[in-house]
């Protein structure tokens, strides 16, 4: 497996893992979640499921939602489905809530930078979208509203449903709005890998032919100037 691929790969699991971990603090801190965590809450809330669960539940379902509008998913996007879920129950397993201010504050902070170093490591990767993300970008083709009219218009469907099923929206959820997107564009660019990244040669290196000599060409006698006539 070359190196190239190797690091692709890395950033994309480890990203998956991070966006997990960051949003099972988010819980924890209890000041509110980003916007699909209000919806996957307050669904746990009503199914008995643990809300990691609920996040594999509604990924998968909005994977479905792709094939009436001719999205393709790739490896990220499938891992996007199950990696989540799975460490974010792991990481509400074995972190307690948090209580008072002087905790909760610093720690959606945390959770929310993390949340950007996630989804810079692992959209970086280039393995495909998020469902979550595939859907918004599918949704501004066959509609051809922009990007910023879908993606708002979705979160605040998904935001109003899960604060009617009784998930938690509170600061937390305006600072990771106001914030996510400085921060996931800058880690985007910190974790960037070129397109055309190349390995290098391995082995001993090849044996350098050195030119051969210039020929010295004869010096060609000068003519005499000819009046250059038009034709």
């Known amino acids: 497996m070359s190196t190239h691929l190797t690091r692709r790969l890395l950033q994309l699991y480890v990203g998956l893992a991070l966006y997990g971990v960051s949003s099972g603090l988010l819980v924890r801190a209890g000041l509110g979640l980003e ?12 199914t008995g499921l643990s ?20 999205q393709r998913p790739g490896l990220g996007t499938v891992s996007n489905v199950f990696a989540i879920g799975i460490f974010m129950d792991g990481t509400l397993a074995v972190v307690p809530d948090v209580h008072g201010l002087l905790a909760q504050v610093p720690l959606m902070a945390a959770a929310t930078v993390c949340n ?4 810079g490591l692992y959209i970086s990767a280039r393995f495909g979208p998020g469902p979550r993300d595939g859907l918004m970008t599918g949704l501004h083709k066959v509609t051809g509203r922009s990007i910023r009219l879908v993606r708002t218009s979705l979160e605040v469907i998904v ?31 910190l974790f960037a890998i ?26 060609a006698e000068p003519t005499p100037r000819r009046a250059i006539l038009p034709r």
């Open 35 to 46: 916007p699909w965590g209000v919806l996957h809450q307050g669904l746990a809330e009503h």
């Open 51 to 70: 809300i990691g669960v609920v996040s594999i539940v509604v990924g998968a379902a909005v994977l479905l939602l792709w094939i009436p509008i001719r």
């Open 116 to 119: 950007g170093v996630a989804t």
């Open 159 to 189: 935001v109003a449903t899960g604060f009617l099923l009784g998930g938690s929206l509170g600061i937390g959820t305006v600072l990771y709005a106001l914030t996510i997107g400085p921060l996931a564009q800058f880690f985007l660019r």
């Open 194 to 219: 070129p397109e055309g990244a190349k390995e290098p040669a391995s082995g001993p290196a090849p044996e350098v032919t050195p030119p051969a000599p210039a020929r010295s060409t004869p010096v």
